[in-house]
């Protein structure tokens, strides 16, 4: 008698316990993997803690560009990070330059920060207080809203690295290039897995709505930080984002083992 048929005359063989869900990216591994990937496009680095101090203009109409994740004196969040860091240290070195930030807010001004303020960001990078408030925005502002809406649609790792991604890149504003208009644009295309939809059918319209986004902007109208790295992914069917990872943006290569 076979051992199957031994099984069900000796009783019923307890069902195995379903798996356990994939990590989602705000697991700390994945997290990690996910500040090296935006800083491969963003700093042409996968060292993302080195870019605590960076800082410049990259004439994208926006001013200065600093930081772990390029927040940005025109666009409100420099502010509301050198407005944090104050609250939490009062007198520090950024502290005086808040004044300046909100008169520059919304445009490429200079205006009230040249000549000192890229060396007195260098300066408050080297304090762990600045490089915390880094982290903090960096978190309430892109990470957390990102894995939150990602995981409400249904996405696994990779797809809120997506969500994440495009939100650092276009912000979540009102416009029609921002985070929540591209993820419009998408489902319009496809439903996500929360509504029935095919993962990776859902990634490719968003994928797709997101190069569409980055053309219309000729600062971001190079595309390679979608086609040689998330699409690579997705076509491998790495959803869950497990390493090794090997992808490319603007030509250079990297890897995660």
């Given at each position: ?100 930030l909100r ?43 990102a894995v ?28 029609a290039t ?80």
């Amino acid at each position: 008698m076979g051992a199957a048929t031994c099984a069900g005359l000796l009783g019923s063989v307890p069902a195995a316990a379903a798996p356990a869900a994939a990590p989602g990216l705000d697991d700390p591994a994945k997290k990690e993997i996910a500040m090296k990937l935006v800083s491969s496009a963003e700093n042409s680095s996968l060292d993302w803690k080195a870019q605590y101090r960076y800082i410049e203009d990259i004439g994208d109409g926006r001013g200065y560009t600093a930081g772990i994740i390029g927040f940005c004196s025109g666009t409100g969040d420099m502010l509301d990070l050198v407005q944090l860091y104050a609250d939490r240290k009062p007198g520090n070195v950024l502290a005086k330059y808040l004044p300046a930030l909100r008169r520059v807010d919304g445009t490429d001004s200079h205006d009230g920060l040249d000549p000192n303020f890229p060396g007195d960001w260098r300066k408050a990078a080297q304090d762990t207080a600045f490089q915390q408030a880094q982290n903090d925005e960096r978190d309430r502002v892109y990470f957390n809203p990102a894995v939150r809406q990602g995981k409400t649609d249904g996405l696994r790792a990779l797809g809120q690295f997506a969500y994440y991604d495009a939100i650092v890149m276009h912000g979540d504003g009102g416009d029609a290039t921002s985070f929540s208009s591209i993820r419009r644009r998408a489902l319009r295309q496809a439903k996500p897995p929360a509504q029935g939809g095919n993962e990776t059918t859902y990634l490719n319209a968003f994928l797709d709505a997101r190069v569409w986004a980055m053309k219309q902007e000729e600062a971001h109208s190079d595309t390679s930080r979608v086609d040689t790295a998330q699409r690579v992914f997705l076509r491998q069917g790495n959803l869950d984002l497990n390493p090794p990872l090997d992808w490319k943006v603007y030509g250079d290569s990297y890897h995660i083992g």
